[in-house]
């Protein structure tokens, strides 16, 4: 059994910053990519960003300068920094793993349940 817990979300002013956790347990053997991923109400979810386990990363064009993604492999661990927030980036945050390979499961991979940014104007 895999499980990503994400940590982080809250209330905070426009300009203001966040920091988002994400860490995958279980018998994990190896994590291709993680990233992280937004819903806001009423509209489909987005990449927000992505980062592979060799540390290429890949952002949206919406945080591109705002936003900074990074892992910890060695503790399944994916952050995301978050500043000078604006209230467009209020949203659902999803914590994703790809190809995650594990002891006894087939590769597959798993989402978080999400947690929610509300950047106030």
């Known amino acids: 059994q895999v499980q990503l817990v994400e940590s982080g979300g809250g209330l905070v002013q426009a300009g203001g910053s966040l920091r988002l956790s994400c860490a995958a347990s279980?018998?994990?053997?190896?994590?291709?990519?993680m990233g992280w991923y937004r819903q806001a109400p009423g509209k489909q979810r987005e990449l927000v960003a992505t980062?592979?386990?060799?540390?290429?990363?890949n952002y949206a064009d919406s945080v591109k300068g705002r936003f900074t993604i990074s892992r910890v492999n060695a503790k399944n661990t994916v952050y995301l920094e978050m500043n000078s927030l604006k209230p467009e980036d209020t949203a659902l945050y999803y914590c994703?793993?790809?190809?995650?390979?594990?002891?006894?499961?087939?590769?597959?991979?798993?989402w978080g349940q999400g947690t929610q940014v509300t950047v106030s104007s």
């Open positions: 980062i592979t386990s060799g540390g290429r990363t």
């Open positions: 994703n793993a790809e190809n995650v390979v594990t002891i006894t499961l087939p590769p597959r991979d798993y």
């Open positions: 279980g018998r994990i053997f190896s994590i291709n990519g």
